[in-house]
T-cell receptor, first 110, second 114 residues
Framework: GNSVTQMEGPVTLSEEAFLTINCTYT??????LFWYVQYPGEGLQLLLK?????DKGSNKGFEATYRKETTSFHLEKGSVQVSDSAVYFC?????????FGSGTKLNVKP | DAGVIQSPRHEVTEMGQEVTLRCKPI?????LFWYRQTMMRGLELLIY????????DSGMPEDRFSAKMPNASFSTLKIQPSEPRDSAVYFC????????????FGDGTRLSIL
């Protein structure tokens, strides 16, 4: 079947620290992979995506590489800001359906 | 461009009452999704429509829940009768039904059933 597993949060970092949020997936065929971000009181917003193996998605300083050999799509950012505090969701799209992870809350302290 | 518009943003009502949540998808999008988000269960897909037709309603929890999409620009999610355990944030999302197209989410309806 299709599923997404994310590291449990919350993740607490100081400003300018390096961020990694792990995401692994199980899927048949060739899924596309996404990261969404949810700020308090808002809906999910697309952060970045990758549609095939070895693709790198990037946006606003965040990056994630589609690794088929390890079935992973880890989210990284070199230097986080307080404004990055939010909940991050990893998702896969396969056979016309989205599957979301449980979300990882990130707290960035000044 | 206007995004996905949901109403109301907040709803507080007593158990047993009928609740109707509304969604206007992005113009031109032909897939529409209803999700429920709670602390305990995370984000759950309730139902999705393609070209106004319900495709998968396996996530609808009970017969008390129903969803309609009478036209391409409007959908409703109804709960009748409502129960306290229905309290959650309900999101509507829309997308183009082509491969790899991302979903665009509304800001949600925060529902509290007393």
């Amino acid at each position: 079947g299709n599923s997404v597993t994310q590291m449990e949060g919350p993740v607490t970092l100081s400003e300018e620290a390096f961020l990694t949020i792990n995401c692994t997936y199980t899927a048949t065929g060739y899924p596309s992979l996404f990261w969404y971000v949810q700020y308090p009181g808002e809906g999910l917003q697309l952060l970045l995506k990758a549609t095939k193996a070895d693709d790198k998605g990037s946006n606003k300083g965040f990056e994630a590489t589609y690794r088929k050999e390890t079935t992973s799509f880890h989210l990284e950012k070199g230097s986080v800001q307080v404004s990055d505090s939010a909940v991050y969701f990893c998702a896969l799209y396969n056979f016309n359906k989205f599957y979301f992870g449980s979300g990882t809350k990130l707290n960035v302290k000044p | 461009d206007a995004g996905v518009i949901q109403s109301p943003r907040h709803e507080v009502t007593e158990m047993g009452q009928e609740v109707t949540l509304r969604c206007k998808p992005i113009s031109g999008h032909n897939s529409l999704f209803w999700y429920r988000q709670t602390m305990m269960r995370g984000l759950e897909l309730l139902i999705y429509f393609n070209n106004n037709v319900p495709i998968d309603d396996s996530g609808m929890p009970e017969d008390r829940f129903s969803a309609k999409m009478p036209n391409a620009s409007f959908s409703t999610l109804k709960i009748q009768p409502s129960e306290p355990r229905d309290s959650a944030v309900y999101f509507c999302a829309s997308s183009l039904s082509q491969e790899n197209q991302p979903q665009h989410f509304g800001d949600g309806t925060r529902l509290s059933i007393l």
